[in-house]
């Protein structure tokens, strides 16, 4: 086994870490305040994310991506993760489900979207289908060449910056032993397209400044020339691209972290009570050591499972067990750094509040802490049951 | 015009740096490694030159042990088009660096050298001095702000009180200063092209230089801890302190 970092994996998080330091960190008390993130802020961000190649890193060279391996793709995230999620998702990683485009599809959403000239979003999830994905009830009918569109998406993740959605619909049943089965299959659809209606919702406790909205078709028509894959294997394309998807929210989790943690060591080295740091007093202390502890059982559960994305041999409980325990983590944590800080730590100025609001979301989205342990206990028992 | 750049692997700036237990020396185990700054703000002039059209080729050496590879890996990354390394494993003091470079630039002949005014680890500040009086080139040191032009570099240094400028007969020695640029990081597309760059090898001995140190350390220890100050409740009092016992005015 191999822990090294190589060369060249420190050559990268050397310019991401000062990448992040020059252009992230010193904007995230304004945005936070704010909910939003000024336009021409936006515009730099993005603009020097290209510049520095960081832009669709996740995406392979031969379409103009980074070509980074899972491995360092993740030791990337962490120092990203380090950052408030509203300005580092600026330095887009986009889907990589749209490595399914063909033909015209490449030209019209791939590639731009790799450079920065577009920019997508991804959108399966509704009112009445969370963590239930196959409840979706927006449904495609086909007319012609086209289908039409019709239902509501919620819970969109930045769909006011993107240009165009990556839209998961029922196209018809197929019949199983077990009853009708939906079949879903994934459109592309630009903005603009008519019957297709963007609107943000309320703002977030977590990541302020980086938006949900809410995607309403109406008889909504898209050619279907712009299904993403085949007809009706909408989840297959998903489950071909998106593997590794879930190592992402892990590796920015350990990222954040390890920032609160030395925020938390900062203040407990220097906070005295009593005539002495607080930090020499056990029941502090021993907070510490846990904390640490977590947060290096995160990083090894999503780096194991990033070299083993690289193997070709992950496991969905693999990338289910980094993601449950590095937002578990976060969230004790981020918690413990708040009680470390007392009074100071809930104060609504101060980072500490903003990392224990932030972590809250990270257990819910991208698959439930629920879910998770759902498909570690399935993989634990399947084997078992009789 | 080409341009040599000399790059030092030394201790990171953000470490916390720390005596081994037996004053032999730093610990260095474990501990993250970068290119001296102030070598790192002598390779972005460099591209800048070069950028500016006014130089040609940048070609970054370093000398000492394997890693140092690292060091020139992320001097290619930033815009250097080549690479020289010379392989010592053992101590190298700044008048053997001075000769190796000196060696160096007998085969390279570059039109001009930037190196940093000192490496952050022992502070020698020697090294461009001494290759300029080796080379018995004109050297600019403390440099600050730098013009080339008509065969001759204008360099503003930063010296005791002031700066001073000079002008300089190319080919000259910089050593340059914290204020002159800031320094790119490099981009995920060059670190990768970095890769592909070619790094030459030599040693001491194919350049003919002996490495054998002059020196011997004796101990290394931590500066003493800093001792609390005292609070002084009037200007008079302070002035008094500062009179009698501290005897600076």
Not at chain 1, 142 to 152: E, K, L, R, S, Y
Not at chain 1, 181 to 205: E, H, M, N, Y
Not at chain 2, 156 to 182: F, K, S
Request: charged share 25%; glycine share 8%; proline share 4%.
């Amino acid at each position: 086994m191999d822990f090294a970092i190589t060369g060249d994996q420190q050559q990268i998080l050397d310019s991401v870490r000062k990448f992040v330091a020059a252009e992230l960190l010193p904007h995230e008390d304004a945005v936070d305040r704010a909910g939003e993130i000024a336009p021409e802020l936006k515009d730099r961000i993005r603009a020097r994310a290209i510049e520095q190649g960081l832009y669709a890193m996740n995406f392979p060279e031969n379409v103009g991506g980074g070509g980074l391996d899972n491995v360092t793709m993740m030791l990337v995230e962490k120092e990203l993760g380090r950052a408030s999620f509203a300005l580092q998702y600026l330095v887009a990683r986009p889907s990589l489900i749209l490595m399914a485009c063909k033909g015209a599809q490449r030209e019209r959403y791939l590639l731009p979207t790799v450079t920065g000239e577009r920019i997508d979003c991804f959108a399966i999830t509704e009112p009445g289908a969370g963590s239930d994905a196959l409840g979706i009830s927006t449904r495609a009918v086909a007319d012609g060449d086209d289908f039409v569109i019709n239902g509501t998406k919620h819970f969109i993740s930045h769909a006011d910056l993107a240009d165009f959605a990556i839209v998961f619909a029922v196209t018809g049943a197929a019949e199983t032993p077990k009853g009708p089965r939906k079949l879903v299959t994934s459109f592309l659809i630009d903005k603009g397209t008519p019957g297709f209606a963007c609107t943000r919702q309320p703002d977030a406790v977590s990541h302020r400044g980086f938006h949900q909205c809410v995607l309403a078709f109406s008889d909504c028509r898209v050619h279907r020339g712009n299904i993403l894959g085949e007809l009706h294997k909408g989840f297959n394309v998903a489950n071909e691209w998106l593997g590794a998807q879930r190592l992402v929210l892990a590796a920015n989790c350990v990222g954040r972290a390890e920032r609160i943690l030395t925020l938390a060591a900062e203040w407990a080295g220097s906070r005295k009570q009593f005539g002495q740091t607080i930090s020499r007093f056990q029941g502090i202390s021993f907070k510490f050591a846990d904390m640490a502890m977590e947060c290096a059982a995160a990083d090894l559960l999503t780096m194991r499972a990033a070299w083993k994305a690289d193997q070709g041999t992950m496991t969905q409980e693999d990338a289910a067990m980094a993601k449950l325990k590095a937002t578990e983590m976060l969230g004790r944590v981020a918690d413990e750094g708040v009680q470390i800080m007392g009074g100071m730590g809930v104060m609504g100025d101060v980072a500490m509040s903003r990392f224990w609001r932030d972590a809250r979301v990270e257990r819910i989205w991208d698959g439930t802490s629920e879910i998770q342990r759902h498909i570690i206990s399935r993989a634990v028992l399947r084997p078992h049951e009789r | 015009m080409k341009v040599l750049v000399a790059v030092k692997r030394v201790i990171d700036y953000n470490v916390k740096v720390r005596v081994k237990a037996d004053g032999s020396g730093v610990d260095l185990a474990n501990v993250k490694m970068s290119m001296n700054p102030f070598d790192e703000i002598a390779v972005e002039q460099a591209i800048r030159l070069k950028e500016a059209g006014v130089a040609t080729e940048i070609v970054a050496v370093s000398l000492g042990i394997e890693q140092c590879q690292e060091t020139l890996r992320t001097a290619l990354a930033m815009g250097a088009d080549r690479a020289i390394h010379v392989h010592h494993d053992g101590e190298l003091e700044p008048l053997v660096v001075a000769k190796l470079l000196k060696a160096i630039i007998a085969t390279e002949q570059p039109g001009l050298v930037i190196v940093g005014k000192q490496a952050i680890d022992d502070d020698c500040n020697q090294t461009g001095q001494m290759l300029a009086g080796l080379l018995g080139w004109p050297q600019g040191t403390f440099v600050s702000r730098l013009k080339l032009e008509n065969g001759k570099a204008l360099a503003t240094r930063e010296v005791d009180g002031g700066l001073e400028n000079v002008e300089l007969t190319l080919p000259a020695i910089l050593t340059v200063d914290l204020r002159l640029n800031e320094p790119r990081y490099a981009s995920l597309p060059n670190i990768m092209k970095a890769r592909k760059k070619p790094i030459e090898k030599r040693t001491p001995a194919e350049l003919g230089v002996d490495p054998t140190p002059r020196l011997k350390t004796l101990k290394v220890s931590e500066p003493p801890k800093r001792l609390a100050g005292v609070k002084v409740d009037s200007v008079a009092a302070l002035v008094t302190k500062l009179k009698q016992e501290a005897g600076v005015i």
